[in-house]
C-alpha cells in the first residue's frame, strides 16, 4: 500500500523560499511510469496543479507558477520536494503530494493528508 506523507514549516514570510517534502512509502518514486507532484487549494478555491517529477527525473510545471516552482527528488530516501520561491499571502493554502498514474491527464491514484502552509508576516 502506497502511503504519501507531506511535511515542511505550517508557516512562512512573505519573499521567503518555501520547502515541502513528500515521503512515499510503499514503492519507489522512480517505479515505471509513475510520477510524483503536487497541488494546492487556497482557502475558499479550487485545487491549483503545480507541477510533477516523473520516475525517471522529467519536470513539468504549471505556467502560472514555473517562475517560481522547483521540484527535485532524493532517490535513495524516497522524497521529493517542492520548493517555491518568493512567497506571498496569496500562497496561503493547503499543499499535497500525490502519485500519478497518468500526470497529464491529471489521474491520481493516492495522495498524502495535506499540509497547511500559511504565509504571514
Known amino acids: 500500500q502506497v502511503q504519501l506523507q507531506e511535511s515542511g514549516p505550517g508557516l512562512a514570510k512573505p519573499s521567503q523560499t518555501l520547502s515541502l517534502t513528500c515521503t512515499v512509502s510503499?514503492?519507489?518514486?522512480?517505479?515505471?511510469?509513475?510520477?510524483s507532484g503536487w497541488i494546492r487549494q487556497p482557502p475558499g478555491k479550487g485545487l491549483e496543479w503545480m507541477g510533477v517529477i516523473t520516475y525517471d527525473g522529467i519536470t513539468d510545471y504549471s505556467p502560472s507558477l514555473k517562475s517560481r516552482t522547483s521540484i527535485y527528488r532524493n532517490t535513495s530516501k524516497n522524497h521529493f520536494t517542492l520548493q517555491l520561491s518568493s512567497v506571498t499571502p496569496e500562497d496561503t493554502a493547503l499543499y499535497y503530494c500525490?502519485?500519478?498514474?497518468?500526470?497529464?491527464?491529471?489521474?491520481?491514484?493516492?495522495w498524502g493528508r495535506g499540509t497547511q502552509v500559511t504565509v504571514s508576516s
Open positions: 500525490g502519485r500519478a498514474t497518468a500526470w497529464w491527464r491529471g489521474e491520481y491514484d493516492c
Open positions: 510503499g514503492d519507489s518514486i522512480t517505479t515505471a511510469y509513475f510520477a
